[in-house]
């Protein structure tokens, strides 16, 4: 299992354009893949919300960071994809827990209490991040083990 995270300090970059059509690629090449949207924006949730999939009362990220000893809750999209979708009071929550012990390392918490059915499970885990700096990208960074950081979707010459 590997854990790519789409991570730049600027919003319109593709940073969500490319984790999606990551995602779709590996599911041509059979290949398991977990989503997770760490963005309050929930452009990659909505991505799939587009396609008609509704996630209303559905678990969602919120539910990781506020607990990290939870199992797994992604849910199921499509064939090969599953996501833990974002919520819109996720900056709220990410508030919240700005106080706690480890704060940066709630995601990688999770990831340990359940890395071996992750291991069985998938075999991408893909993460998109927020535009910014914050408590919600630093748990995205801290459990890659690769980060794409598309630079600009506009070329500076024209
Ligand atoms: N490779 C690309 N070429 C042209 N437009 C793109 C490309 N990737 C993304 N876009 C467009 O740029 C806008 C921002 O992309 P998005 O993936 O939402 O960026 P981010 O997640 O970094 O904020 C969207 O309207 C998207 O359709
Ligand atoms: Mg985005």
Redesign the pocket.
């Known amino acids: 299992m590997q854990v790519i995270s789409f991570m730049?300090i600027?919003?319109?970059?593709?940073?969500?354009?490319?984790a999606f059509q990551f995602a779709k690629f590996l599911q041509t090449q059979d290949q398991k893949v977990l989503m997770i949207d760490l963005d309050a924006q929930k452009?990659l949730t909505g991505t799939f919300e587009n396609e008609h999939f509704n996630f209303s009362g559905k678990p969602t990220i919120a539910d990781v960071l506020e607990k990290p000893s939870s199992g797994l809750i992604e849910t199921q999209v499509q064939d090969n994809i599953a996501i833990i979708p974002s919520t819109s009071n996720l900056e709220e929550v990410a508030d919240r827990l700005a106080s706690k012990p480890n704060r940066e390392l709630l995601l990688f918490m999770w990831f340990v209490k359940n890395v071996q059915e992750l291991n069985q499970t998938y075999d991408y885990i893909i993460i998109?991040l927020p535009?910014v700096w914050n408590l919600l990208s630093k748990n995205g960074v801290a459990v890659a083990d690769k980060i794409i950081s598309?630079y600009g979707?506009k070329s500076i010459w024209v």
């Open positions: 730049a600027k919003g319109g970059v593709g940073k969500t354009t490319m452009s998109d535009p598309p979707t």
